[in-house]
């Protein structure tokens, strides 16, 4: 049993005496011109095609059951610029159903211009989680430490599944 832990000090002196030298409050680019000069630029999220988006999430759904070749050449026949944006969009339109978002991973895999990130993973985890199909959860568990993308949202995600 868990119980709740009680401070002696108040909590806001215990956060103003938390002080470590390489801990730096966050800043916008409107309080430092340093903000601009970041040394790893980041790449700005494109807006996903809605028309794309909803196309792909009807074949999707419509060919879930189907063999993975038709699924394949289906998606492969339908333009759509695939980002990890893309994929997250994906996995949003699905949050409950795992067969759709493992398809459209499956033939993300075969893009050699995709790579999968520890965000898309742990996105994809969670959708198959809640749809508590444990056993594949389990196998892109095992994909993911292969892959080295395990993160603490991966530990997270596996762990309320598992406990649900």
Not at 38 to 43: A, E, Q, R
Not at 77 to 93: A, G, I, M
């Amino acid at each position: 049993m868990l119980r709740p832990k009680t401070f002696r000090e108040p909590l806001t002196t215990l956060l103003l005496s938390f002080h470590h030298h390489h801990l730096r409050p966050l800043t916008t680019a409107a309080t430092t011109s340093t903000a601009t000069t970041l040394p790893h630029p980041t790449s700005p999220i494109t807006p996903v095609n809605e028309a794309h988006l909803l196309r792909v999430c009807t074949i999707l759904y419509q060919q879930q059951n189907s063999p993975g070749s038709k699924l394949h050449n289906s998606l492969t026949s339908t333009p759509f610029h695939l980002t990890h944006e893309f994929f997250l969009q994906v996995c949003n339109k699905f949050p409950y159903s795992w067969r759709p978002v493992y398809k459209f991973h499956q033939f993300t895999q075969s893009q050699p211009h995709f790579h999968h990130t520890s965000i898309t993973f742990n996105k994809m985890l969670d959708v198959v989680g809640k749809a508590r199909n444990i056993d594949l959860l389990w196998n892109l568990l095992q994909e993911i430490g292969r892959l080295r993308l395990v993160t603490t949202k991966t530990y997270i995600i596996a762990l309320k599944v598992l406990a649900s």
